[in-house]
């Protein structure tokens, strides 16, 4: 996310016309983008949780998102099919493997709404859109009677945590806007984010 504000910053700065700050902030985040491609990843090839892991998290769903990479990128697409193994389960995502990386929380959790819509768009940029239609048609079905979405859903589709959960459902819109965006006119197309500022993505 330092990588993402940096981004946006310099951005912004080109806008309104700031080029001082444009250069400044660029060159920050391109040394941040190179720091985490040479030490983000693991012998693998696989981005991870954290710098000396071999453990996920579903924020890793924001790279392509967030245009950090490329979503058909070779490295992502490692990425993409290791979380499909290690934290995704019949469609639905976990944030992290408890397991893997202890958080010291009593109990389980269920799978995340927001994460589950990450990785639907994930799925649609690397153009592997045929599997985001239907994670999304079956994250649909786990709506209640007037379509609303809590922040988990538990192992037998009940919702848990808070409900409805705002975040979950700018995860269902931007899902939605960019898997029809894709559909239409292929994995080439881009997308949008409306968590951060709207801007067009890369």
Not at 65 to 81: C, K, N, V
Not at 137 to 144: A, I, Q, R
């Amino acid at each position: 996310m330092c990588w993402v504000a940096l981004d946006r910053g310099a951005r912004l700065a080109r806008m309104h016309d700031e080029p001082q700050y444009a250069e400044k902030w660029q060159t920050l985040a391109d040394q941040i983008h190179a720091d985490i491609c040479h030490n983000g990843a693991d012998d693998r090839g696989v981005f991870v949780q954290r710098y000396g892991a071999e453990s996920l998290d579903a924020s890793l769903l924001l790279m392509p998102l967030e245009g950090f990479i490329d979503g058909r990128d070779p490295a992502w697409l490692s990425t993409l099919d290791a979380m499909g193994t290690e934290l995704v389960s019949d469609s639905l995502v976990y944030r992290y493997d408890p397991a893997a990386s202890p958080d010291g929380l009593r109990g389980s959790e269920g799978t995340f709404s927001m994460c589950t819509f990450w990785y639907v768009d994930a799925l649609a940029r690397a153009g592997r859109l045929e599997e985001a239609r239907l994670t999304f048609e079956k994250m649909l079905t786990y709506g209640n009677h007037l379509g609303l979405y809590g922040e988990e859903i538990g192992p037998t589709g009940e919702q848990l945590g808070n409900f409805p959960q705002a975040f979950s459902h700018l995860g269902l819109i931007n899902a939605a806007i960019n898997l029809d965006r894709q559909l239409d006119h292929g994995p080439t197309a881009g997308g949008l984010n409306l968590a951060l500022l709207g801007f067009p993505m890369r």
